[in-house]
């Protein structure tokens, strides 16, 4: 069945950065539109962060922009999540998720009903 595995999380200070990664299996990658989810205790899953099919265009919360960096190798199926500048607010769990567009239909969504391909997560905190 279909894989999604994110990992690269872990425990880092306020200012400094991560590098998520996310690995898909069994499912064509390369037509597919990828996004970054993360959801915190109590707090709703929300969008960070998507990518077209190709890796040319991305869309970004406006709570990361300018501090996160979205990106894919469609050779390796692996998408990507460069963090940097993190804040305790940014503490939560990553999700990598994915929904099928195909070639030139890429449409950016950020919310997490589109997207029917999901991991298990990982958990990314910032202390201050």
């Known amino acids: 069945q279909v894989q999604v595995v994110e990992s690269g999380g872990g425990l880092v200070q306020a200012g400094g950065s991560l590098r998520l990664s996310c690995t898909a299996s069994r499912f064509p990658f390369n037509l597919y539109t990828m996004a970054w989810f993360r959801q915190a205790p109590g707090n709703e899953r929300e969008g960070v962060s998507c990518?077209?099919?190709?890796?040319?265009?991305?869309y970004y919360a406006d709570s990361v922009k300018g501090r996160f960096t979205i990106s894919r190798d469609n050779a390796e199926n692996t998408l990507y999540l460069q963090m940097n500048s993190l804040k305790p607010e940014d503490t939560a769990m990553y999700y990598c998720a994915a929904v099928y567009q195909g070639y030139n239909r890429y449409v950016p969504s950020l919310n997490k009903l589109d997207y029917n391909y999901w991991g298990q997560g990982t958990q990314v905190t910032v202390s201050s």
């Open positions: 990518i077209s099919w190709n890796g040319d265009s991305t």
